[in-house]
């Protein structure tokens, strides 16, 4: 098999409230958002970058099927212990539906759990050797 030089730069969400989408994604997985402070906006994570669709937004090309949301399913790298993760929803009023739970990511084996945003997109903590 042949290494080629690429890795994941961004993806895309859709979200139905932006304010709310706003709220979730900095203050329940941490990221910064990439623009206004109302309407449309980007999500970056570290090195990665979440681009999101809703109203406003006239992205061209899109996909065949176009992202809705609550059809989406990411998963997030957590740096340190499972349970801090679950400690942190909690904190945050999210409700875990499922975890802690043995997955493999690619960071090999770790230990997830899996909770929803506002839209009902899937979402995934990740918790490698803690």
Same mark, same amino acid.
């Given at each position: 098999?042949?290494? %080629?030089?690429? *890795?994941?730069? &961004?993806?895309? @969400?859709?979200?139905?409230?932006?304010?709310? +989408?706003?709220?979730?994604? !900095?203050?329940?997985?941490? +990221? !910064?958002? @990439?623009? *206004?402070?109302?309407?449309?906006?980007?999500?970056?994570?570290?090195? /990665? /970058?979440? =681009?999101? &669709?809703?109203?406003?937004? =006239?992205a061209a090309p899109v996909a065949k099927i176009? $992202? /809705?949301?609550? =059809?989406?399913?990411?998963?997030?790298?957590?740096?340190?212990?499972? +349970?801090?993760?679950?400690? &942190? %929803?909690? +904190?945050?009023?999210?409700? $875990?539906?499922?975890?802690?739970?043995?997955? =493999?990511?690619?960071?090999?084996?770790?230990?997830?759990?899996?909770?929803?945003?506002?839209?009902?997109? %899937?979402?995934?903590?990740?918790?490698?050797? &803690?």
């Amino acid at each position: 098999m042949r290494d %080629l030089p690429v *890795g994941l730069d &961004h993806c895309v @969400i859709h979200v139905s409230d932006w304010a709310r +989408a706003r709220d979730f994604y !900095t203050r329940v997985i941490g +990221a !910064t958002v @990439i623009g *206004g402070a109302e309407g449309p906006c980007a999500f970056r994570l570290g090195h /990665q /970058q979440l =681009n999101v &669709h809703g109203a406003g937004v =006239n992205a061209a090309p899109v996909a065949k099927i176009p $992202v /809705q949301p609550g =059809n989406s399913d990411l998963c997030f790298r957590w740096d340190g212990p499972i +349970a801090d993760a679950i400690a &942190h %929803l909690k +904190a945050e009023g999210v409700d $875990v539906e499922l975890g802690p739970v043995s997955r =493999n990511g690619a960071g090999g084996k770790g230990d997830s759990v899996y909770f929803r945003d506002p839209d009902g997109s %899937l979402m995934e903590f990740i918790s490698y050797g &803690h």
